[in-house]
C-alpha cells in the first residue's frame, strides 16, 4: 500500500460524456501527478501540480484539465470523452519536486468509454 | 529528454540474482537514475534510485557504471513475485515528472 489513495476503482461512461478522477496523495506530500497508460502509448505523464499550483504539462489533451485543492487531494477532468480515452489512469505523489524525490502510485482508475 | 534503452525482456530462475541492465549514453550530470516497476494490474512501484555512488536497499541494488552511462538493477534472489515490467527512468534536474519507456519485462520461472 503506497498510501496513495484514487477514487474510483473503475468507471464505465459513454462518448461524449465527462467524468472526474480523485487522488489523494500520501499524508504530508506537496506534489501530485497524473499519468495515463493505454497499450498502445505505454505510461504518459499528463500533468503535475505542487502545493496548488500547477508545475509541469505533459502530453495533456485540452479536453482534460485537473486541479490540486488546499487539502492536496487532486482531481482530473475528462470531459467530450471518446473511445480512445479508454485507459488506465495512475495518480502519484511526492513531498515535494525535486529531481531526486520518489514519486508514489496509486492503484489507478480503469476508464473505460463505451 | 535524456534516453534509456533496456532489454525488452528478460528471464530468471526462480531464487536465482537477476541483472537488469540499463544504457544511458546522454546522461547529464545532474540527472538520477531511477528504478521502478509495475506488477500485473498494479501502479507502478519504486525500486530504487541513484546519483553517482551504487546504492542498496532491502528490495534491490543498483550498480552505476564509473562515466554514468550505464546502470544496473540487481535483484539478489528473484522470487514469483518479482515477475514485472521494470523501467530504467532519468529525472532530469528541476523536471520530476517520470518519463516511462517500454521498460524490460521480467519473467521468473518457478
Known amino acids: 500500500d503506497s498510501g496513495v489513495t484514487q477514487t474510483p476503482k473503475h468507471l464505465i461512461t459513454a462518448t461524449g460524456q465527462r467524468v472526474t478522477l480523485r487522488c489523494s496523495p500520501r499524508?504530508?506530500?506537496?506534489?501530485v501527478y497524473w499519468y495515463q497508460q493505454s497499450l498502445d502509448q505505454g505510461l504518459q505523464f499528463l500533468i503535475q501540480?505542487?502545493?496548488?499550483?500547477?508545475?509541469a504539462k505533459g502530453n495533456i489533451l485540452e479536453r482534460f484539465s485537473a486541479q490540486q485543492f488546499p487539502d492536496l487531494h487532486s482531481e482530473l477532468n475528462l470531459s467530450s470523452l471518446e473511445l480512445g480515452d479508454s485507459a488506465l489512469y495512475f495518480c502519484?505523489?511526492?513531498?515535494?519536486?525535486?529531481?531526486?524525490?520518489?514519486?508514489?502510485f496509486g492503484p489507478g482508475t480503469r476508464l473505460t468509454v463505451l | 529528454d535524456a534516453k534509456t534503452t533496456q532489454p525488452n525482456s528478460m528471464e530468471s530462475n526462480e531464487e536465482e540474482p537477476v541483472h537488469l541492465p540499463c544504457n544511458h549514453s546522454?546522461?547529464?550530470?545532474?540527472?538520477?537514475i531511477h528504478w521502478y516497476r509495475q506488477l500485473p494490474s498494479q501502479g507502478p512501484e519504486y525500486v530504487i534510485h541513484?546519483?553517482?555512488s551504487n546504492v542498496n536497499n532491502r528490495m534491490a541494488s543498483l550498480a552505476i557504471a564509473e562515466d554514468r552511462k550505464s546502470s544496473t538493477l540487481i535483484l539478489h534472489r528473484a522470487t514469483l513475485r518479482d515477475a514485472a515490467v521494470y523501467y530504467c527512468?532519468?529525472?532530469?534536474?528541476?523536471?520530476?515528472?517520470?518519463?516511462f519507456g517500454k521498460g524490460t519485462r521480467l519473467s521468473v520461472i518457478a
Open positions: 502519484a505523489s511526492s513531498p515535494r519536486q525535486g529531481a531526486g524525490d520518489t514519486q508514489y
Open positions: 499524508s504530508g506530500d506537496l506534489s
Open positions: 501540480y505542487y502545493n496548488g499550483e500547477e508545475r
Open positions: 546522454t546522461i547529464s550530470g545532474t540527472d538520477y
Open positions: 541513484g546519483l553517482t
Open positions: 527512468i532519468l529525472s532530469l534536474a528541476g523536471n520530476t515528472p517520470l518519463v
